[in-house]
C-alpha cells in the first residue's frame, strides 16, 4: 500500500472549517484514498472514501488533487466533538480493506 | 448500521494464561480484521479472514492465532500471553464492493497482561 504522510498536530476553531492534509505522491492508479478518525478510547470510525473525484457525505468532504498525489478532508462547521486523531490510508479496492495506518493527525478543536 | 462488538473492553491476565478476543459483526461481512494499536506504533494488522475458515497473517502474526468458524464471529486467541502482549486490541469488518471496502471497528478491548 502506498505510504501516507500527515502533519502530526492540528487546532481549529469551533464553528470553523477544519482542512486536514494529506501527501500520497507513490499512489497507484488502482487505490483509493480512505478517511478514518479515532476518538480517544474508541474504535476509528470510517468517515469518507474515493478514488479521483471529489466526494461528500453527511460528515465531510474529501478534495483530491488531480494528479491524485494529496488529498484534503474538510469538516465544514468543526464542533469540539470533532476532536480525534485523523487518519489518511491508501489502498486497492482488492485487498478486502486490510489498512495499514500511520500515525494520523491530531485535530483539537478549541472553543 | 454496522454493528462489530467485541467481547469485553477491559481484560487483565496472567502471564502464561490462555486468551480469548471474541468480536462479532451483525452486517454480514466477509471481511474480518484484528489489529493491536500501541502508542507511537499505530495499528498494527495482526490476522485477517476473508471467508469462514480461511485466514491470513497479517504484519505481526507471532504469538497469536486465529478462529473463524463462523461468518460473523472472528475470535483472537494468545496461546501463551505475555507482557509484550499488553495492548488496544481492535476488530473491525468490511464488505468488498465495487465502490470500496470500508471497514467498521469495534470499540476495542484493552488487555493488560501481568
Known amino acids: 500500500d502506498a505510504k501516507t504522510t500527515q502533519p502530526p498536530s492540528m487546532d481549529c476553531a469551533e464553528g470553523r472549517a477544519a482542512n486536514l492534509p494529506c501527501n500520497h505522491s507513490?499512489?497507484?492508479?488502482?487505490?483509493?484514498v480512505y478517511w478514518y478518525r479515532q476518538i480517544h478510547s474508541q474504535g476509528p470510525q470510517y468517515i469518507i472514501h474515493?478514488?479521483?473525484n471529489n466526494e461528500t457525505n453527511e460528515m465531510a468532504s474529501l478534495i483530491i488533487t488531480e494528479d491524485r498525489k494529496s488529498s484534503t478532508l474538510i469538516l465544514p462547521h468543526a464542533t469540539l466533538r470533532d476532536t480525534a486523531v485523523y487518519y489518511c490510508?491508501?489502498?486497492?479496492?482488492?485487498?478486502?480493506?486490510?489498512?495499514?495506518f500511520g500515525d494520523g493527525t491530531t485535530l483539537t478543536v478549541k472553543p | 448500521d454496522v454493528k462489530v462488538t467485541q467481547s469485553s473492553r477491559y481484560l487483565v491476565k496472567r502471564t502464561g494464561e490462555k486468551v480469548f478476543l471474541e468480536c462479532v459483526q451483525d452486517?454480514?461481512?466477509?471481511?474480518m480484521f484484528w489489529y493491536r494499536q500501541d502508542p507511537g506504533l499505530g495499528l498494527r494488522l495482526i490476522y485477517f479472514?476473508?471467508?469462514?475458515?480461511?485466514?491470513e497473517k497479517g504484519d505481526i502474526p507471532e504469538g497469536y492465532s486465529v478462529s473463524r468458524e463462523k461468518k460473523e464471529r472472528f475470535s483472537l486467541i494468545l496461546e501463551s500471553a505475555s507482557t509484550n502482549q499488553t495492548s488496544m486490541y481492535l476488530c473491525?469488518?468490511?464488505?468488498?464492493?465495487?465502490?470500496?471496502?470500508?471497514?467498521?471497528f469495534g470499540p476495542g478491548t484493552r488487555l493488560t497482561v501481568l
Open positions: 452486517m454480514d461481512h466477509e471481511n
Open positions: 490510508i491508501v489502498r486497492p479496492n482488492t485487498n478486502a480493506g486490510k489498512s495499514t
Open positions: 474515493g478514488l479521483k
Open positions: 473491525a469488518s468490511s464488505v468488498t464492493s465495487g465502490r470500496g471496502n470500508e471497514q467498521f
Open positions: 479472514s476473508y471467508d469462514v475458515k480461511m485466514k
Open positions: 507513490t499512489i497507484s492508479g488502482n487505490e483509493y
